[in-house]
């Protein structure tokens, strides 16, 4: 089993970069888009934790509507692993950091979030009525808050 200290390294940096950061964001919406649809009355991410696996054995009981719903949220779920999971949450937890900037909080969620689903971003922008100067600088200016943030903490890159 590996952990998310056990992962190879894709990047050598020392300190967290602006780039670094906007980078792990996109991984993280990527990550989040592959997760199992969400069930129950909150629908939402609470527990954003892989199911456990099952073996035919556990499914031949079940009914067959029942087999299929669990074969389509496996199908949805293409593999997402507990450390990738843990780095998702870990990034998401980033944009907190942000709550005395709202600004460049939902406009470096808006370009994480439309950069991971492959989305136009002039679209959002259009829709959300945000300039594209100030939308591309209130990106750069959280995504440098948030480098700055997690050097100032001393937190290692990985």
């Known amino acids: 089993m590996l952990t998310a200290l056990d992962r190879p390294l894709a990047h050598h940096a020392a300190t967290w970069s602006p780039d670094l950061v906007r980078a792990r964001l996109v991984e993280a919406f990527e990550i989040e888009a592959r997760l199992p649809e969400p069930k129950g009355p909150s629908r939402g991410n609470a527990s954003a934790w892989p199911t456990m ?21 496996m199908a949805r779920a293409k593999g997402v692993h507990p450390y990738e999971v843990t780095r998702r949450d870990e990034a998401m937890a980033w944009l907190a950091l942000l709550a005395a900037w709202p600004g460049e909080q939902r406009c470096l969620h808006a370009w994480a979030a439309t950069t991971a689903n492959r989305r136009s971003l002039a679209r959002v922008m259009r829709i959300k009525g945000w300039r594209k100067g100030t939308f591309y600088r209130r ?14 903490k001393g937190v290692a890159v990985r």
């Open 139 to 152: 990106v750069k200016a959280g995504s440098a808050r948030i480098a700055d943030s997690l050097n100032g």
């Open 53 to 73: 696996s099952r073996e035919f054995e556990d499914l031949v009981g079940w009914s067959t509507e029942a087999r299929e719903e669990y074969w389509h949220h």
